[in-house]
């Protein structure tokens, strides 16, 4: 991978990875899921849609509070670069991105709540406090805070909304093969969700098209490992296609994930920082 120097490398990452996690808590896209057995893919063929859904349910990582190290690979046509970041969840309140490039010292912190986005850029001496409302107008997207929150930890979701129940399964199309099951389900804009599962009805991808079929992003899942008495994905791999053959790639490897212990989520500005906007960030990241 060709090396890049830590400012600009880490400038660059923290708002692609900001405006990445947004997009691609709104897109996804439908790819075949990796290491299924043949044994759990024939007992799954026999299943109940309602005993499936039930079970990918069953299968969601449930946790108060979540914390990991991640190592965050980015790929696009101009830019390969890589950082280490330390995550910490409040379940359905807030997620904060710590980026470490080295030796631990934090450069940038971005936090998600459900109705603002905030993010402290330490080498410049700025930051930017945005409500949800003011960024979807700024960015033309929808965001939810609740439906990232559960791509971070592989879970099914309704988009846009911030629970799911068994009571719900009927809004979604499930079809079974050899191979997975798949559930299909569609917003109001016209975007098709999917959701696909291995034999164990563990999730494998999340992914999301538009109604043209040209804007495509997919979420997969995999090296799920004990944490607690659930299993979790380690690695995730996300790709955002906006046009045939231009595609942008991010890819997560977790390590030392701890659920359900305290977490410190302060976000304080030091004195003399300056604020910017979403779109004065937008206008700098163009530059770059």
Sequence with gaps: MK????????????YKTLCS??????????KSP???SSASSASLSLKSDEAVFASVLDHSFRFNTLSARIKVDLNSEQKEMSATAQLKMVCGERMQLSIQPFFGIELFRIELTHDSVKMLDRMNKRYMAESIEALKADATIDFNF?????LLTGALFI????????KQMRRFRITKD?????????????RVYTFTTDGEEQLRSTSVRDKTGKYRVTWDYSDYQSVGKQRFPYKMKAAVAVAPGKQTSLA????????????????????????????QIFKWLNKQ
């Design 3 to 14: 090396k890049i120097p830590v400012k600009r490398s880490s400038k660059i990452l923290l």
């Design 21 to 30: 996690v947004i997009v691609l808590c709104l897109w996804n896209g439908c």
């Design 34 to 36: 990796a290491g299924i």
């Design 146 to 150: 609740h439906n990232l929150q559960s």
């Design 159 to 166: 988009p846009g909304e911030q629970e799911i129940s068994p």
């Design 178 to 190: 050899l191979h997975a099951a798949h559930l299909n389900i569609k917003d109001e804009d016209g």
């Design 252 to 279: 997560l490897a977790f390590s030392d994930a701890v659920v359900n212990r305290p977490l410190n989520t302060e976000f304080s500005v030091p004195a003399g920082y300056k604020r910017e906007s979403f779109s």
